[in-house]
Nanobody, 127 residues
């Protein structure tokens, strides 16, 4: 069982930046494929970004490409989401997710491949 704890959410003005972190425990972190998802009020949860076990492969939703970056530290057992040029449309609860099995290429954006989820952290972007 993997435990995930997100941190770093809050309020920011449009155009600003924010970094989210996810701390993992319970399994060897370097064996986990990791992802970020978000859910805005009244909307379904959607994919934001993902990173492979080694960190060599990353994937992003079209809506955040060029603005967000994802990284991981397999020594500190953490994953980060750097969010730049934030927009009001980025307002949502952001969730960290982990997969302990192999993630097939092209499926990192599929919520169904992730077995473990954090409780989420709120990000609010004002215009």
């Amino acid at each position: 069982q993997v435990q995930l704890i997100e941190s770093g959410g809050g309020m920011v003005q449009a155009g600003g930046s924010m970094t989210l972190s996810c701390a993992a425990s319970g399994r060897r972190f370097s064996n986990l494929g990791m992802g970020w998802f978000r859910q805005a009020p009244g909307k379904e949860r959607e994919f934001v970004a993902a990173i492979s076990r080694s960190g060599r492969f990353t994937d992003f939703a079209d809506s955040v490409k060029g603005r967000f970056s994802i990284s991981r530290d397999n020594v500190k057992n953490t994953m980060s989401l750097q969010m730049n040029r934030l927009e009001p449309e980025d307002t949502a609860v952001y969730y960290c997710a982990a997969n302990a099995n192999a993630i097939l290429s092209g499926t990192y954006s599929d919520m169904g491949v992730y077995e473990s989820w954090g409780q989420g952290t709120q990000v609010s972007v004002s215009s």
